[in-house]
């Protein structure tokens, strides 16, 4: 199965390539989405797709628009994204494109955590905090929080990388009326997809979200929410044994490729985390693409039964 690394759209002005998204104008106030399957590590781009990636993206950002649309508006206009393109560039746009609202992009990225992990994980061992959001002692890798807490981020551009910054700094960014409202708003998203993904037996470890402004200055979610690109997707099986032992779950999304990209070497050197990306092999692509589709089919499907 092939997989679409960029798109090649000529009826409409292409506005940017993203990591995963190639974004092109239609009229002045509609954006054309389409999720390729690019896949990013460490703020690098993949030479090689992930076959059926950004159509999995697409179903599961539509899922929880839908589902959580009672918080927030979102950037959805609910039109056909295959009406807006050429007839022979439908079959690029079908399943993995969405055809949204233009907006006035916030310059953050609004990260909700409950548990400990990642970069999180790293900033409490060297300092007891997160962004400036101060922990209880003797956590460990992996921990869930006493609660969620937010912790911004800058948005880089592509090839650079996000940095975490502290709620005062947000505030200085966007003004404090808005910071206000993105935390708020963000940690209600986050605990509302919380409850229900455990129902389904997927923890959400973090999860970042986006947000723009609209023509009348109402805070609008956007971009993409809730995917295995976004977040950190737990099987909620494998959790307690993973505490124990002080690691990590394993993930539902990208975190197969960044293991297998610390372990690679490059002149026998471990790859130093940019351009050009060492070549996937074929195996880490099909263990990568099927993460994403069990993640789908876990959180769009009933209730498991004895989850907790």
Known sequence: MDGLLTTSITSLPLL??????DNYAVGDDRLLMVATDRLSAFDVVMGEPIPGKGKILTQLALFWFERLRHIVPNHLTGDDPQGVVAEDERDQVRGRA????RL???????VVRGYLAGSGWKEYQERGEVCGVSLPAGLANAS???QPIFTPATKAELGEHDENISYARMCEKVGAEIASQVRDTSIRLYEAAFDFALDRGIIIADTKFEFGLDANG???????????DSSRFWPAEDYAQAL???RNPPSYDKQ???DWLENMRVDGKPWNKRPPAPA????VIAQTASRYREALLRLTAAPATGAD
């Open 16 to 21: 940017a390539r993203g990591k995963v998204r």
């Open 98 to 101: 969405m055809l949204v609202k």
């Open 104 to 110: 006035a992009p916030l310059p953050i990225e609004a």
């Open 144 to 146: 869930r929080l006493p």
């Open 218 to 228: 109402s805070l609008i979610l956007m971009d993409e929410v809730l995917t295995p």
């Open 244 to 246: 124990r032992d002080g």
């Open 256 to 258: 197969f490729v960044r």
């Open 280 to 283: 996937l092999p074929d195996d």
